[in-house]
């Protein structure tokens, strides 16, 4: 390790080349360590910034293809357009008056604008399905879709914990079937190797209903398969857990709530 | 810092003369105004895929680094702060750490790369006076330099190499390295600090 006791002078020899961003580690660290309390080589920092500011306007100018203007737009467009739809698809399931035909209707809406695989359990891409896959993703599809058209879908609210105060969600299901759908927002995005984990409880025994991970804003869906049917549960719990899950909660628990 | 609008001309030769500051598109990025971000992609489209070519010498790999910058833009608006600097050199700083760090994830360089080259490629439309004058001093001040101050000047900014790496890459002893920086870099700063 370099230490800031070679003075003044050295430390203003590296000057020029910090600003180039051309020094070892150890030196950038003597550097800044030294600016924090010496005013004379802030100031002459100031004057080789104002040079390396300037030194990309040096190179010969050309322009880029049209075609790269037309697709920055179309991407940046059609993300604005992902955006706006799933905030307002949002916004919907959370408004407390919102009726149960239009919460439904967004519920059909997400899974159709985001796709099953893609959004709702994340872990394949759609150049990753199979034919097989591809097949079961359908049948999920419909069988979700069928439920949520009946008018016997129930709709109940979940609120976070003290670990995740902001977050609220929502379970959609027909007590009679063994699906549900899982909306959460606002859960808190996870570290590497970790996964959101549902429970599903009755008389005090908890059973996975799968695994979920949320985008970055802390939006999540997940399709539940139960292996019993949905009235027979009383309640629902999320647990942070390993990748992969657990065989019973052994995390935080973020969010729950009564069916 | 003064707003500044218009700098750069557009792809195809377009320019942008609207009034609007780059302070005041990039706030408007915020509530997602894409007309913003058109009219910030046509100001310095051309100066940001030019340096990345610079950089990474495939056409390829410079239109995905502005790509990338500009969606990065686009989704961050908030990562420039007005306070620290102007927003042409904010982005332009922004696409050459883009640019320098696709180059060090894919490639090792040849001497044919290491050739300064400042010739235009294209017409020379800067629309906006202070960057039009401070790239024809910048250019002018390179161009005054000795060859071996100016090539260890260049492989730092454009190759991304530290001092170390350049006297590696020229086999000079490093201490040559640090002196020729250090004179180059201070005869650039004496230029620019004059024009000013």
């Given at each position: 390790m370099i230490k800031n006791d070679r003075g003044h002078n050295w430390i203003e020899e590296l000057l020029p080349a910090y600003a180039l961003r051309a020094l070892e580690p150890e030196e950038v660290e003597a550097v800044e360590d030294h600016l924090i309390d010496c005013r004379a080589c802030q100031q002459s920092l100031a004057g080789f910034e104002r040079v390396t500011e300037a030194l990309p306007l040096a190179v010969g100018l050309k322009s880029p293809p049209r075609e790269l203007r037309e697709r920055v737009l179309r991407i940046t467009r059609r993300e604005r357009i992902a955006t706006e739809s799933r905030v307002g698809w949002w916004a919907s399931l959370f408004r407390?008056?919102?009726a149960m035909g239009a919460v439904l209707a967004s519920v059909l809406f997400a899974i159709v604008t985001f796709g099953w695989a893609l959004?709702?359990?994340?872990?394949?891409?759609q150049q990753e399905l199979t034919a097989g896959q591809l097949a079961a993703r359908v049948a999920e599809q419909d069988e979700v879709l069928g439920w949520l058209s009946s008018t016997e879908a129930v709709m109940k609210g979940l609120q976070g914990t003290e670990?995740?105060?902001r977050a609220r969600g929502i379970f959609v299901g027909y007590?009679?079937?063994n699906s549900s759908l899982l909306a959460v927002y606002g859960l808190p995005p996870l570290p590497e190797g970790k996964t959101y984990q549902l429970w599903l409880i009755r008389d005090d025994q908890r059973t996975s209903g799968g695994t979920f991970a949320v985008d970055p804003d802390g939006n999540g869906l997940l399709l539940v398969k139960a292996p019993?049917?949905?009235?027979?549960?009383?309640a629902v719990g999320i647990t942070t857990e390993p990748l992969g899950g657990s065989p019973g909660p052994t995390g935080y628990r973020v969010m729950g709530g009564n069916l | 810092m003064v707003a500044r609008a218009g700098v750069f001309g557009a792809?195809?030769?377009?320019v942008d003369r609207t009034a609007a500051s780059d302070e005041e598109l990039v706030a408007r990025l915020a509530h997602q105004d894409h007309k913003a971000l058109e009219t910030l992609y046509d100001r310095y489209s051309r100066i940001l895929y030019s340096l990345g070519l610079r950089i990474l010498k495939e056409s390829a790999r410079a239109e995905e680094v502005v790509q990338d910058v500009f969606l990065k833009l686009w989704q961050k608006?908030?990562?420039?702060?007005?306070e620290n600097g102007a927003f042409s050199h904010w982005l332009l700083r922004v696409t050459r750490n883009q640019a320098i760090d696709e180059l060090r994830s894919k490639k090792t360089f040849s001497a044919d790369e290491m050739e300064i080259e400042f010739v235009?490629?294209?017409?020379?439309?800067?629309?906006e006076v202070w960057l039009d004058e401070q790239r024809a001093t910048i250019r002018r001040a390179l161009s005054q330099l000795p060859d071996p101050q100016r090539q260890v000047i260049e492989l730092a900014y454009f190759?991304?190499?530290t001092q170390q790496e350049i006297a590696e890459h020229l086999g000079e002893p490093l201490g040559t390295v640090k002196t020729r920086t250090r004179l180059g870099m201070e005869k650039l700063r004496t230029t620019m600090s004059v024009s000013e």
């Open positions: 407390p008056q919102a959004s709702v359990q994340g872990r394949l891409s670990e995740a105060p007590p009679e079937g019993d049917k949905m009235a027979s549960y009383q | 792809t195809g030769g377009i608006p908030h990562l420039y702060i007005p235009d490629q294209g017409p020379d439309v800067l629309h190759q991304g190499l």
